[in-house]
């Protein structure tokens, strides 16, 4: 059985997938193309999700029962896209029966919950992988490294955009629906938690379930954030604005030209006389950088298995995972206060997660 710390060929890491509905199919279409590992079975209470996988795969085996892929010797790795509520339980099992898990955003319902995972992950010496997708992509990537490399300069402030109509879900809240897609790429982007945020929301279409939300994080940094979510729009939107004190940047992951860079900003010079400021509007070229195509499930998928064969931690941490939980958290205490909260202290000392992630990746 393939383990964090002992390197395997690729050819002997096999992937269980369990949840064959809306995004499960995905992950199997994706597997079956990777060069690093083999889809070996697959799980689903429906039968004829099962069978369609089969049918389409051969080689690959159809468990109607979670209990059976988990006793399947050839599956090393499992990847769960479940019902949210189902996450934490089932990874749990996973992880019982000596197997890597990959976890459909968010990685549990709590962070609490989340925090348990990772710490028997690392105790077993198992990788632990939250799907948050959009850390994979090529475009996000592209504006990461203008962060890191400073040709942004200061980063001011960020505006975020997910809309769409449609996709109401009947188990979570737009909030824990959408929301972990931006809060990880923020942390992604800006290598840091917010140290507080203030929320409101309204459940337009069904009261207790919130559709529409609007959401302002403060980072340590002095960045502040703004993301605006919602199930309820005219067309379907996904915008972000990235304002730095150097340049500007506009995502748009649904443009030819989902990143374009701003050579704009505004110069204070000194003022010659009290009481005189005169501001400059600067206002440069537009860039439009080249964009990898790569599919960004792709890209995760093979990093997952990867970060397996390698012994070593995938870009989607289970810590980063932990860390979104906590910020859908915050924003849900928000909302019942009416008023900004602070993140609460995370449980984990640095020092301490330094230390258990270094006695992972030598096991």
Known sequence: MARAGRSLPSSSLGIGVVGLGYWGPNLVRNLADLDVC??????????????????????????????????????????????????????????????????????????????????????????????????????????????????????????ASRVNLGLHQSDVSIVWDLGPHDFSILQYWLDDTPASVLASSRGCVMPDVPDVAFISLTFPSGTIAHVELSWLAPSKLRRTAIVGSQKMVVYDDTSNEPV???????????????????LTYRTGEIVSPPVSPLEPLSLELRDFCESILESREPVSSARLGVDVIRVVEAVERSLAARAAVSLESDPRSSEGRRASETARLHQ
């Open 260 to 278: 374009r860079i701003f050579d704009s900003g505004v110069v204070l010079p000194d003022p010659r006389t009290f009481g005189e400021y005169k």
């Open 38 to 159: 083999s889809l070996a079975a697959v799980c689903d209470l429906r039968p004829d999700r099962v069978e369609g996988v089969v049918r389409r795969y051969p080689a690959v085996r159809g468990y109607l029962t979670y209990e059976e892929l988990l006793a399947d010797a050839d599956v090393d790795a499992v990847l769960i896209a479940t019902s949210v509520s189902t996450h934490a339980p089932l990874a749990s099992a996973a992880l019982a029966a000596g197997k890597h898990v990959f976890v459909e955003k968010p990685l549990a319902t709590t962070s609490k919950s989340a925090l348990a995972l990772c710490e028997e992950a690392e105790r077993l010496g198992l990788v632990l992988m939250p799907g948050h997708t959009f850390l994979y992509s090529p475009p996000v990537n592209v504006i990461r490294e203008l962060i890191t490399s400073g040709e942004l300069g200061e980063i001011y402030f960020i505006s």
